[in-house]
């Protein structure tokens, strides 16, 4: 087990670094959702690491990583800086940059973390962490998330138990899963920090930060996969499309890539782990077609 010791507590991290890094193609650094671990990317580092480096962490408040004492601030630049430790204590990162894959809340933080490093980032998967006007702000599926964060969080300790963590596991997915994979979610969510998961489902909402977090998206100058599950019902799918739209709007002369999932909800990497990894590993590619060329 790898520990960090930051300025935010200790962060619990994996990475896939081995003697043949040289023959590997570059970075893979995965930013985590809302409530989970790093634990269900699991399947999608198996089937990378043979090819790229692999780092994973738990965010502060999550999975196996320890809260300093008084507990830091719950916000995008606070988890950002976590991975600024990080990116301190593996690196240099020399060959062929890093690609970034944030999902949901993680594709907040991910953003965050691209923007401070543009000489470095080679590319940026966003999966299921759209860019909202204000209309959408207020739709009803937003209400839902709101209300579900306000509700389950004080009752969190009752997901343990059936029928509950079926309740709280088939409200994110559209194809069943695995009963292992509805108890990794059911774990997480239980043993993240309640201060933690209220305020980051808190943000994650927050007119405010969305609007940043949609600037910062829009404009970054690096290629961008979007990753949309169609059938999701945390997130409204609409949020992808729309960021997909508007880059190819945008000044930027960065491709932007839209890969649509149908019938996925808002955990494709479990729920078609083969036509995610796919997804990712042909941007990755054409990518780092370019990488140190500029285009």
Known sequence: MAMLDTA???????????????????????????????????????????????????????????????????????????????????GPFDRGGIHVVGHSMGGMVAVEFCDRHPGLIQSLAIVNCGIFDDFLLEAFQYVVVGSMITLFVPLRGIFRFEPFTSLLVDRVIAKPLPDRWKKVIAEDFISTDPAAASAVGKFAIDPDCVTSYSRKAVTLDIPLLCVVGMADRTIPPEGMLALHQRRNSSPTPYPTTLCRMEAVGHLPMLESEEMFFNALLMHFAASSAGYGSGT
């Open 8 to 90: 935010r507590g200790r962060i619990y991290f994996q990475d896939t670094c081995r003697e043949d890094e040289g023959r590997l193609h570059g970075t893979v650094l995965f930013f985590n959702g809302w409530a989970l671990s790093s634990r269900y990317w699991s399947g999608i580092v198996r089937r990378l690491r043979p090819r790229y480096r692999v780092i994973t962490f738990d965010q502060s408040g999550t999975g196996r990583s320890v809260l300093s004492t008084p507990p830091p601030p719950f916000t995008v630049p606070g988890f950002a800086d976590e991975a600024d430790a990080l990116l301190a204590h593996l």
